[in-house]
């Protein structure tokens, strides 16, 4: 649930490695998967290296979550949980 809400608000994840990760994290596309701690230090030091200039793989993978065509974090929020709450602003 939290690399969908991640995934909301644009930002990337680095996430171990599970058998249905696949379906959310695209390795190289929107995000990194790792299998232990020595592959997320390389990844972590990769995803930083051109930090915070807007170059580089971080820069490509948000640029990758805002054009897909997933609801964002708000949209979710406004379709799912704001009619449960009766409409009320």
């Known amino acids: 649930m939290k690399v969908v809400d991640m995934f909301g608000c644009c930002l990337p994840v680095c996430a171990i ?4 990760l696949h379906e959310l ?3 190289n596309e929107n995000g990194l998967i790792f299998r232990d701690s020595q592959e997320l230090a ?7 290296l051109d930090f ?8 490509s993978f948000r640029e990758n979550l805002r054009v897909s065509r997933q609801l964002r974090w708000d949209q979710s929020w406004d379709q799912t949980v704001l009619p449960l ?4 602003q």
């Open 25 to 27: 994290v695209k390795h």
């Open 42 to 48: 390389k990844q972590l030091k990769m995803l930083f």
């Open 17 to 20: 490695h599970f058998e249905c």
């Open 52 to 59: 915070p200039t807007l170059e580089g793989k971080l820069q």
């Open 85 to 88: 709450l009766g409409n009320k």
